[in-house]
Each structure stands twice: as C-alpha cells, then as structure tokens.
Nanobody, 120 residues
Framework: QVQLVESGGGLVQAGGSLRLSCAAS????????MAWYRQAPGKERELVAH????????YYADSLKGRFTIARDNAKNTVYLQMNSLKPEATAVYYC?????????????WGQGTQVTVSS
C-alpha cells in the first residue's frame, strides 16, 4: 500500500518556476515507478512525466521537454517535479501516481492533487 501527498503548488506568474513534491508512505516506495499527471479545467488528465524506480530513466510529454524535470529521492520517499518557464496553459491540478511496474491512468495509487495556477 502506498499513500501519496503532493505539495508545492500555488500561484506563479508566467515565466516563473515551481517545484512540486510528492511524499510517499510505505516501505516499497523505492521499488515503484512514479509519475506526475495534470488535469486542467474541462480537459482530460494527461501525463506530464514519469520516472522508473531507480531514477535512471525519465520520460516527458513532448511539449514539456527542457522545461520540466522529474526526480526522486528514495531515501526521502519523495518524487519531485521542477517546472520552469511556466506558461498559463500549465494551469491545472497536478497529481502524482505510483505503480509497481509502470504508471498508467489505471494505476492504483494517486495523491489528492495540488493546484498550480500560472497567471499571464
């Protein structure tokens, strides 16, 4: 069982940066793949980035490459999302998710989400 709690969201101006954190409980965190998803108002939830259990491999949505970075600290049971050069279209609720193999929309473990609002 894994419980996830996101933090770090807020209001930021376009061009600014935020770092989201997702703290996980459970002894098996270091063996889980992790991901960040987001859902904007009126839109479907979409993948932002995911990272494998060791942190050696990461994947990003094409539109976010070079501006967003996913990382994890298994000693702290935490996964991060560094977001730079933010644009208003990044406004959404950001969720972290965990899965023993690879995170998909049907993965069993999700956080409650943290709101990110980017003003123009």
């Amino acid at each position: 069982q894994v419980q996830l709690v996101e933090s770090g969201g807020g209001l930021v101006q376009a061009g600014g940066s935020l770092r989201l954190s997702c703290a996980a409980s459970g002894r098996t965190f270091s063996s889980y793949a992790m991901a960040w998803y987001r859902q904007a108002p009126g839109k479907e939830r979409e993948l932002v980035a995911h990272i494998n259990w060791s942190g050696s491999r990461a994947y990003y949505a094409d539109s976010l490459k070079g501006r967003f970075t996913i990382a994890r600290d298994n000693a702290k049971n935490t996964v991060y999302l560094q977001m730079n050069s933010l644009k208003p279209e990044a406004t959404a609720v950001y969720y972290c998710a965990a899965d023993p193999v690879v995170v998909t929309m049907t993965s069993p473990y999700w956080g409650q989400g943290t709101q990110v609002t980017v003003s123009s």
